[in-house]
């Protein structure tokens, strides 16, 4: 093995233990939980690499460094995610590589995420859909770090359930820097189980949680999370953006 497959093949290891671990702590089966890797700054040979040690999902946050990265992957069969803050005039290109886009905040959001897939076509394939919740948000806001607040996660879910060519899939978070549960990751996914139970109560096809990252990934999987966005942990320190 190359020098750097041996690295990323010892990281997805030591992460994999992590989450199996967690797991059995919390008595659940090991497949109950899928690993997102992050690959964002880093190469389309990383993604291949990961491809080869096994990962399926991986997760971008900036278009101009996905959209590349997934044509020069496009031969592998991978779940694309967005993760990060999305702007409308990026709409359009992620749609055309993106199968999940975990950061819906907003009903203007929606609305061109509806319109892009209808001009992309997609060969019918409906665009996952995550509402972002901000648990730092006060009731009517968006938090610092995207997402919207509690109190609006409804009135979303219902914008996309009834979007043409988007189809709700669940819901994700951020551990929140400020606010109730800033330093409390554990009960900050708490709280985000707690608004999935209620979301599923009327939206029972919307079962995903996204949340933990490198850091925190045991809080998450305690909690009850589905998904588990890593980056760090798997690729290593990131480097600095010129």
């Known amino acids: 093995m190359t020098d750097r497959k041996t690295q990323l093949a010892a990281n997805l290891a030591q992460v994999e233990e992590r989450i199996a671990s967690a797991c059995a702590a919390a008595g659940r089966e090991r497949e109950e939980v899928t690993l997102i890797v992050v690959t964002k700054t880093y190469p389309a040979s990383d993604v291949r690499i990961l491809y080869e040690l096994g990962v399926r999902h991986v997760a971008e946050n900036r278009d101009q460094d996905a959209a590349p990265k997934a044509a020069a992957c496009a031969d592998l069969s991978l779940t694309w995610h967005f993760v990060g803050q999305l702007q409308t005039n990026k709409v359009r290109s992620v749609v055309s590589y993106a199968d999940v886009v975990q950061s819906v905040d907003r009903a203007k959001l929606v609305t061109s995420l509806s319109a892009a897939t209808a001009r992309d076509g997609r060969d019918g394939r409906e665009l996952g859909c995550l509402i972002q919740v901000a648990l730092d948000a006060e009731s009517g806001e968006r938090g610092e770090r995207g997402g919207v607040a509690p109190d609006g996660i409804e009135e979303l879910a219902a914008a996309v359930e009834s979007a043409p060519g988007l189809r709700l899939t669940g819901l994700m978070t951020v551990a929140p820097l400020a606010g109730p549960f800033a330093g409390r990751q554990r009960a900050a996914f708490d709280r985000l189980m707690e608004i999935s139970s209620r979301l599923r109560g009327n939206h029972p096809a ?32 990131r480097p600095g953006l010129g």
């Open 206 to 237: 919307a079962n995903m949680v996204s949340a933990g990252m490198s850091a925190d990934l045991e809080d998450a999987v305690a909690a009850g999370a589905t998904h588990v966005r890593v980056g760090t942990a798997v690729l290593g320190v």
